[in-house]
T-cell receptor
Framework: ELKVEQNPLFLSMQEGKNYTIYCNYS?????LYWYRQDPGKSLESLFV?????AVKQEGRLMASLDTKARLSTLHITAAVHDLSATYFC?????????FGTGTRLQVFP | GAGVSQSPSNKVTEKGKDVELRCDPI?????LYWYRQSLGQGLEFLIY????????KSGLPSDRFSAERTGGSVSTLTIQRTQQEDSAVYLC????????????FGSGTRLTVV
């Protein structure tokens, strides 16, 4: 059974700082997704990583995938308040996505 | 349609009543998924449709939960004899293919059982 773990579960960071969210998964998969969820809202797709070594960047967020280590990272550069949200990673499991527990990010001045 | 549409957006029901939640996927998307998100929790897979068939319904928590999809389009998730622990946001997603082609989520139905 595929399990997906994220850490940290909660992240409070100051504006301008850098930090990384980690996503580990238990079985082989070549596809990993990152989503953002604002309070009371649905999920917004951020990145789709489809192969080992894939790296994608959008603004202050950069995601990478190491399928051999079964690890994805979401790196935040020079955080701003607008990035405050919950971030989920999700891994393809044959016919569905299995989600991590989520990382609640709070950026303060 | 332009996105995945779910209705109602909010539903309050009394314990023991039946409820139906509707999902209208993106036109042409063959795969459809239901997930449940309890307060402050991650997303729990419920069921997956490919066309009108449900090859994976392993996440349905009990026999009170059922779902169907008709015409390869609209899906209905039915919860019978609702319980307070059923309170959650129910999210629907659709995709062109079952794996690896990106998933678009609807805005969800917030179900409250009182």
């Amino acid at each position: 059974e595929l399990k997906v773990e994220q850490n940290p579960l909660f992240l409070s960071m100051q504006e301008g700082k850098n930090y990384t969210i980690y996503c580990n998964y238990s079985t082989t998969s070549d596809r990993l997704y990152w989503y953002r969820q604002d309070p009371g809202k649905s999920l917004e797709s951020l990145f789709v990583l489809l192969s080992n070594g894939a790296v994608k960047q959008e603004g202050r967020l950069m995601a990478s995938l190491d399928t051999k280590a079964r690890l994805s990272t979401l790196h935040i550069t020079a955080a701003v308040h607008d990035l405050s949200a919950t971030y989920f990673c999700a891994v393809d499991d044959t016919d569905k996505l299995i989600f991590g527990t989520g990382t609640r990010l709070q950026v303060f001045p | 349609g332009a996105g995945v549409s779910q209705s109602p957006s909010n539903k309050v029901t009394e314990k023991g009543k039946d409820v139906e939640l509707r999902c209208d996927p993106i036109s042409g998307h063959t795969a459809l998924y239901w997930y449940r998100q309890s307060l402050g929790q991650g997303l729990e897979f419920l069921i997956y449709f490919q066309g009108n068939s449900a090859p994976d319904k392993s996440g349905l928590p009990s026999d009170r939960f059922s779902a169907e999809r008709t015409g390869g389009s609209v899906s209905t998730l039915t919860i019978q004899r609702t319980q307070q622990e059923d309170s959650a946001v129910y999210l629907c997603a659709s995709s062109l293919r079952p794996v690896g082609y990106g998933y678009t989520f609807g805005s969800g139905t917030r179900l409250t059982v009182v």
